[in-house]
């Protein structure tokens, strides 16, 4: 692959739109730009997360997860690609049915929170929520790979699932929810 910024800054974008792959503009507060926007936040936090000291394994999913997330960004960059499959779907749930297997089941709200790492995965769960509700708006307005869609739903339920494994981590707890903490 030959270099494909050569220059950082171009000044294209001063009038308020930005370029797609396929050479079309965009206004850069559009619902696409938006989601690509959202879609980016998540793939830095988890970077975050990964640079964090958990889990090989899990610094190696996300990573996995980091490299589809570009390629979802790049699918909304180019206008009528699909480049997320239902492999990474299902990818997504498998690892899903493993960590969960070893955590106890539910009984209450957990609060986000128990350790840093775990925190930095509620915040990364919480932005992949929101660039899921930004892509279902986007849905509405042009035709995207709903595969995408299940994509970030699926890694919205692995990241919740990843905050308990890494709350509990070494020793650690989850934090769980108390409806009469403060008194009245």
């Known amino acids: 692959?030959?270099?494909?910024?050569?220059?950082?800054?171009?000044?294209?974008?001063?009038?308020?739109s930005t370029g797609l792959a396929d050479g079309?503009?965009?206004?850069k507060d559009s619902l696409r730009i938006s989601v690509i926007g959202d879609v980016d936040e998540l793939n830095s936090l988890l970077g975050l997360l990964a640079a964090h000291d958990i889990d090989d394994a899990i610094k190696m999913i996300l990573l996995d997860i980091q490299h589809v997330l570009f390629d979802l960004g790049g699918e909304l960059a180019i206008p009528d690609s699909e480049m997320v499959t239902e492999a990474r779907v299902e990818y997504l749930e498998k690892i899903i049915d493993e960590?969960?297997?070893s955590l106890p089941p539910l009984k209450e709200f957990i609060l986000p929170g128990g350790s840093i790492p775990a925190a930095t995965c509620h915040i990364a769960r919480a932005v992949c929520r929101r660039a899921e509700r930004q892509l279902v708006g986007l849905s509405k307005e042009i035709s995207i790979n709903t595969v995408s869609l299940r994509f970030l739903n699926r890694l919205s339920d692995l990241l919740f699932v990843f905050a308990r494994t890494l709350a509990r981590s070494e020793g650690g707890k989850e934090i769980y929810w108390q409806s009469d903490r403060i008194k009245d």
């Open 99 to 101: 960590y969960n297997a």
């Open 1 to 16: 692959m030959g270099n494909r910024l050569t220059k950082i800054y171009t000044k294209t974008g001063d009038s308020g």
């Open 24 to 27: 079309s503009r965009a206004d």
